[in-house]
């Protein structure tokens, strides 16, 4: 089975810091993503990677950036947090080819306070 | 625009008591349609996609089907464990990179709950 693992199921933090969200994939997954997940507001891509060091802006990008040096791992950097990116984020992986499906982590519930 | 909308937001169902649920889409050039379901403090997990019009696909007490404007997830005598988020997500024809799913677009959800 695929497993996409985030490193941390909730996180507390105050505005103005800089927050690392980990997230590793073990299925050789060329892509990866990175969601937010927000009461009456779905799911929203906020970055995602198709390739190592490839990166691509998605549709709520403002306020955060994503590095992925490795194949299997994407960190979200959200570089000075603010109250309104309290959420939970989601991060995924999939196979390149369209239509193939996307496989979700747990989430991290961030909490800026 | 592309969009996405589910409906019912939320559905109480009777254990056995068969229903569907809706997902409507408007996307310039449909490359796929996709079934999610959520468990509370989880992660979306996949169920199904769908292609084209007409294609059904099923799996256990669950069916999903396919038009050119809507998808139905038919439930068919539900248990108290198929409580859940169930989401919708379709694919549109491809913006920036070709094979990349960052044009995936979800609705927000339909939440299940059976009684038993």
């Known amino acids: 089975d695929v497993k996409v693992t985030q490193s941390s199921r909730y996180l507390v933090k105050r505005t103005g810091e800089k927050v690392f969200l980990e997230c590793v994939q073990d299925?050789?997954?060329?892509?990866m993503f990175w969601y937010r997940q927000d009461p009456g507001l779905g799911l929203r891509l906020i970055y995602f990677s198709y390739d190592v060091k490839m990166k691509e802006k998605g549709d709520i990008p403002e306020g955060y950036s994503v590095s992925r040096e490795k194949k299997e791992r994407f960190s979200l950097i959200l570089e000075s947090a603010s109250t309104n990116q309290t959420s939970m984020y989601l991060c995924a992986s999939s196979y390149q080819s369209y239509n193939s499906p996307l496989h979700f982590g747990n989430g991290t519930r961030l909490t800026v306070t | 625009e592309d969009q996405v909308t589910q409906s019912p937001e939320a559905l109480r169902l009777q254990e056995g008591e068969s229903s569907s649920l809706n997902c409507s889409y408007t996307v310039s050039g449909l490359r796929g349609l996709f079934w999610y379901r959520q468990d509370p403090g989880k992660g979306p997990e996949f169920l199904f996609t769908?292609?084209?019009a007409g294609e059904e696909k099923e799996k256990e007490r669950l069916k999903a089907t396919l038009t050119k404007k809507e998808s139905f997830l038919h439930i068919t005598a539900p248990k108290p464990e198929d409580s859940a988020t169930y989401l919708c997500?379709?694919?549109?024809?491809?913006?920036?990179?070709?094979?990349?799913?960052?044009?995936?677009?979800f609705g927000k959800g339909t939440k299940l709950s059976v009684k038993p």
């Open positions: 769908l292609y084209s």
């Open positions: 997500a379709v694919q549109a024809r491809v913006r920036g990179y070709g094979g990349s799913q960052g044009n995936l677009i």
């Open positions: 299925m050789d997954h060329e892509n």
